[in-house]
């Protein structure tokens, strides 16, 4: 999934370019920007304001897009306007962001006067565009008019002045919506992913960077405007504070994955306590700013919170670099959401000139933070479970031959035991042990000996049926247990075995070594268990020994379990 994103991110970058191109007749109709703000408690009327910016020194800018930082003070912007044509003409204006408290906006003209109020302080209403901002529907008359807006917020004033055509608005409002649609739509993957992993294989981090991210996806969703006209349109109040809210949570729950992440309870405790201080302080003065309701108060904590934990985890990364794995990533993916989130702060505060994308820069750079860590996450979950597959086989299987282990072979014998009582199936057990073995280890090696049981143990797989249970019991001793096989077949199947072993030497460096293997066989006669099998084919085996090796020896029909307990 992840290697689809990347094209995708940038894809959602590239798109407003490729697909809106804008035209400038609405917007040439602005012949002036000019604003100032308020500095007196008593709020100006609007023939007050009128006079103003007609007898006093305001400022002029060259663009729609005014940034005043945080602030309750009321700004006043006017804007000159000529329709050069002979009709009304309707266009849509874009007056503020959507988190901007109040917001009215005033037509004025010779013969008319209209105004409008909005502002996430009230229910919302039609003048809500997510992604957009608060806009505005105006008939403009022939000729010069002139549109006065008052706004005020306790967060950042960000406003994003704009006077376009509808089709123009129809067509940006489009591109912002699938944009929007895309980035959600690859966080929420990602989230649905780690819950996913995290629920299947216990992971902690994975449960750690889901709430990272949801918490991100709950707070954009809360300034964009969507969660406001969706969730709580009646109820301003959860709106002015959620967002705030939910920025000092995503800065709590980065700390405490990157706390996870690179281990530092155990690899640096005096930090992890430090941490944990940082943590209860942002989230009990969040807490106490939202309930004394003190907007200003919460947003200023809000966007210095959140920036400081950001460098917060910068510094971690780079005092993590070259002491655990992944750190560089780590350190990699915190620096684009840095970069983001700075340019989105620069963005909102008015010290860069105000775009789309620097706008939306906090949303990019968690999303290829995002990308990155996942990325990261799934390579950690690839080793842990290969770890685990690799515990899994050496608890199984025995390491040098490859073949079962002990344990393996008699969970897998109790279940073809029970198959064949309930079938009434003839079941054979064979035990071979190499010849001598000691004393290959003795002239080649040790290292030799192990080569020789390998080499056995591939004969044995190569040349047995695939529904044999193979097995090295200990030692050169190795086990076979033949379902729905009888005696007379499990001794050619030894016999056939023995000169496979007897015939195939093991060459090595050009030296050729021969070995040759005894063979105890047994059968199932009165409902033997595994360990009887075992006893019967182990005694045939020592008479094999004792008969000169290299050769079978079968379970005699007069030899069961019983005899050979007595």
């Known amino acids: 999934m992840l290697r689809f994103c990347f094209p995708i991110l940038l894809a959602v970058i590239l798109y407003p370019y490729l697909a809106f191109a804008s035209d400038d007749e609405a917007n040439q109709m602005v012949t002036r920007i000019e604003y100032f703000q308020e500095s007196s408690d008593e709020p100006l009327n609007l023939q007050q304001v009128q006079q103003y910016f007609q007898s006093n020194a305001v400022t002029s800018v060259g663009n729609g897009f005014l940034n005043f930082g945080i602030s309750d003070r009321p700004s006043w912007i006017r804007l000159s306007l000529n329709n050069p044509n002979e009709n009304f003409v309707h266009r849509r204006l874009t007056a503020g962001q959507t988190w901007i408290e109040n917001i009215d906006v005033y037509l004025v003209s010779e013969t008319l006067k209209q105004h409008w109020h909005s502002g996430d302080g009230e229910k919302a209403n039609h003048h809500l ?4 901002g608060v806009v505005f529907d105006l008939e403009l008359p022939p000729g010069e008019s002139t549109v006065l807006i008052r706004t005020q917020s306790f967060d950042p004033m960000a406003l994003p002045i704009e006077l376009i055509t509808n089709e123009e608005a129809r067509q940006k409002d489009t591109v912002n919506h699938v944009m929007s649609g895309i980035l959600y739509g690859i966080l929420l993957a990602l989230v649905g992913y780690n819950v996913i992993l995290y629920f299947t294989l216990k992971q902690a981090d994975s449960l750690y960077y889901c709430l990272y991210i949801t918490c991100f996806v709950v707070m954009n969703l809360g300034y ?145 933070e995002a990308l990155i860590l996942a990325f990261v996450l799934a390579n950690r979950l690839k080793v842990i479970e290969n770890e685990r597959i690799t515990a899994k086989f050496l608890s199984s299987f025995d390491p040098l031959t490859q073949l079962f282990n002990r344990h393996s ?86 016999e056939n075995l ?13 030296q050729i070594i021969s070995l040759t293997a005894s063979f105890g066989v047994s059968s199932r006669m009165k409902n033997e268990n595994l360990d009887q099998l075992f006893r019967l084919a182990d005694k045939q085996l020592y008479i094999a020994k004792s008969r000169g090796r290299n050769r079978v020896e079968p379970q005699s029909e007069s030899c069961s379990a019983f005899t050979l307990i007595n």
């Open 498 to 510: 023995r000169l496979v072993i007897e015939t195939t030497p093991l060459t090595i460096d050009g």
């Open 129 to 132: 565009v997510p992604d957009v």
């Open 409 to 494: 072979f008699v969970q897998a014998g109790s279940k073809i035991l029970q198959d064949g009582t309930r079938l009434n199936a003839p079941l054979s057990f064979i035990i071979l042990d190499v010849d001598l073995f000691k004393s290959v280890n003795d002239n080649y090696g040790h290292h030799i000996g192990d080569r020789a049981l390998c080499h056995i143990s591939n004969l044995l797989q190569k040349h047995c049926r695939n529904s044999d249970v193979v097995a090295r019991w200990g030692g050169e001793e190795m086990v076979i247990l033949m379902p729905n096989t009888a005696m007379s077949e499990a001794q050619r199947c030894a």
């Open 224 to 368: 964009s405007g969507y969660a406001f006209l969706w969730l709580y349109p009646n109820f301003p109040v959860i709106q002015n504070y959620s967002t705030l809210f939910f920025m000092v949570l995503h800065g709590v729950c980065g700390i405490v994955f990157a706390s996870h992440f690179l281990h530092l309870s155990t690899r640096m405790p005096k930090l992890q306590r430090a941490l944990r201080v940082y943590i209860a302080f942002g989230i009990l003065a969040i807490s106490l700013f939202v309930l004394l309701q003190q907007h200003l108060l919460s947003a200023v904590f809000a966007f210095a919170y959140l920036s400081l934990t950001t460098l917060v985890m910068i510094v971690i990364g780079f005092a993590n670099l070259g002491k655990i794995r992944d750190a560089h990533f780590f350190l990699l993916a915190v620096c684009c959401s840095m970069t983001g989130l700075l340019f989105t702060t620069l963005s909102v505060w008015g010290l860069i000139p105000y775009t789309y994308h620097g706008y939306n820069g906090a949303v990019y750079g968690v999303l290829l």
